[in-house]
Antibody, heavy 118, light 107 residues
Framework: QVHLQESGPGLVKPSETLSLTCSVS?????????WGWIRQPPGRGLEWIGH???????HDNPSFKSRVSMSVDTSKNQFSLKLTSLTAADTAVYYC???????????WGQGALVTVSS | EIVLTQSPGTLSLSPGERATLSCRAS???????LSWYQQKRGQAPRLLIH???SRATGIPDRFSGSGSGTDFTLTISRLEPEDFAVYYC????????FGQGTRLEIK
């Protein structure tokens, strides 16, 4: 069974950079699929941030205006997200997930709540 | 960016009834790239349907998806108590977007 787990700080200050890591077990990232990030502000809907292939090619949401960078560490079977210039609007539960070529996320992490506040 | 509009916003039904949830796209979406998710409070979303009509692994056959072009439907043939949740459609084209969700509540 594929298992994903997000890790990172629960509280980040405005203007700082959020760094999240997703650890994958039960499947090797380098075997295929896309690996991505989705977030959900409290009480609101889902927003795609971006996803990447194990080769390092990425596809991210233009609405983040180049604040997003993603990377993969196949040796640790992990992938990571960096989101810069944080504001309160970035407060959300951040999920990592695995997606197939159809863009459907079939496995998700449990989610990590990130609060942006001074 | 393709905008997905789900209706109704809230659907109130009783166990045993049939639920029909709609997802309309602002422009045509390939059926291959249309998915549906279920999300319960405090949990991550769960993939129900991919390719507009294919059930994901382990999803009961009371869940079915249909549609093409700009109009897609998720149908739950006979509601079980565990089906009351929020449902999202999602498309993947030049970008990836989700609908705003339909809340299915117990009447």
């Amino acid at each position: 069974q594929v298992h994903l787990q997000e890790s990172g700080p629960g509280l980040v200050k405005p203007s700082e950079t959020l760094s999240l890591t997703c650890s994958v077990s039960g499947y090797s990232i380098s075997s295929g699929f896309f690996w991505g990030w989705i977030r959900q502000p409290p009480g609101r809907g889902l927003e795609w941030i971006g996803h990447m292939y194990h080769s390092g090619s990425t596809h991210d949401n233009p609405s983040f205006k180049s604040r997003v960078s993603m990377s993969v560490d196949t040796s640790k079977n992990q992938f990571s997200l960096k989101l810069t210039s944080l504001t309160a609007a970035d407060t959300a539960v951040y999920y990592c997930g695995r997606a197939g070529g159809q863009g459907a996320f079939d496995f998700w992490g449990q989610g990590a709540l990130v609060t942006v506040s001074s | 960016e393709i905008v997905l509009t789900q209706s109704p916003g809230t659907l109130s039904l009783s166990p045993g009834e049939r639920a029909t949830l709609s997802c309309r796209a602002s422009q045509s979406v390939s059926s291959t790239y249309l998915s549906w998710y279920q999300q319960k409070r405090g949990q991550a979303p769960r993939l129900l349907i991919h390719g507009a009509s294919s059930r994901a692994t382990g999803i009961p056959d009371r869940f079915s998806g249909s549609g093409s072009g700009t109009d897609f439907t998720l149908t739950i043939s006979r509601l079980e108590p565990e089906d009351f949740a929020v449902y999202y459609c999602q498309q993947y084209g030049t970008s990836l977007t989700f609908g705003q969700g339909t809340r299915l509540e117990i009447k």
